[in-house]
């Protein structure tokens, strides 16, 4: 069974433009989390959607935002790029029950200049 | 603050030898807990979990324990190996699927040959 697949893998953009990061989960999944993986703050949520719709959300800003397609796979995007907004964004699936088992893509290096 | 943390930002073992990887937590109503490896450039790998009604389980190589009285959790690797070189991260839940996974800091194993 295939893994987490996310794209692009790097991506460098200017500060105020807009990203948006695809997050493809493993076939089955029907949830998926992003998480935000800086040296500073560590891994962070940003939400989680399951059945197209947003389940939960973590402590950012609403520059971040994310939504979720009718085959699972996942996008997020983030307007009015800040310097502050590189990292390294990890998409996340797993089934969707109880069982918080889940498993990460290889992420996309979103660098802001 | 971070409601997870990890005593240790690197630990370094011998080759062959246990490694114990230790983490706080402060939430009491955490249900559920992860261990992640993370290796350089890849993405964060599921490890074990442990619920809270456990206070240890078993997989290969590994053995979590629970203290809930004192909010700590570890992770025991048996007879470490090279390719156990990671960042490892524990992460909590509240459980029910909600507000996605906290994690900690992360810890840096370095394997000594």
């Known amino acids: 069974k295939a893994g987490v697949t996310q794209t692009p893998r790097y991506l460098i953009k200017t500060r105020g433009q807009q990203v948006t990061l695809s997050c493809s989960p493993i076939?089955?999944?029907?949830?998926v989390s992003w998480y935000q993986q800086t040296p500073g703050q560590g891994l962070q949520f940003l939400f989680e959607y399951f059945s197209e719709t947003q389940r939960n959300k973590g402590n950012f800003p609403g520059r971040f935002s994310g939504r979720q397609f009718s085959n699972s796979r996942s996008e997020m995007n983030v307007s009015t790029l800040e310097l502050g907004d590189s990292a390294l964004y990890l998409c996340?699936?797993?089934?969707?029950?109880?069982?918080?088992?889940?498993?990460f893509g290889p992420g996309t290096r979103l660098t802001v200049t | 603050g971070e409601s997870v943390g990890l005593h240790l930002p690197t630990l370094s073992v011998q080759e062959g030898d246990n490694s114990i990887i230790n983490c706080a937590y402060s939430n009491s109503a955490s249900d559920y807990f992860i261990w992640y490896k993370q290796e350089s450039g890849k993405g964060p790998q599921f490890i074990i979990d442990?619920?809270?009604?456990?206070d240890k389980r078993q997989g290969q190589r590994v053995t979590v324990l629970l203290n809930k009285t004192v909010k700590h959790l570890s992770l025991q690797i048996a007879a470490t190996q090279p390719g156990d070189s990671a960042v490892y991260f524990c992460?909590?839940?509240?459980?029910?699927?909600?507000?996605?996974?906290?994690f900690g800091k992360g810890t840096h194993l370095i394997i000594q040959p």
């Open positions: 992460a909590e839940n509240l459980g029910g699927g909600a507000d996605g996974l906290t």
């Open positions: 076939s089955g999944h029907r949830s």
């Open positions: 996340a699936s797993r089934v969707g029950g109880p069982s918080y088992e889940q498993y």
């Open positions: 442990i619920r809270s009604n456990m």
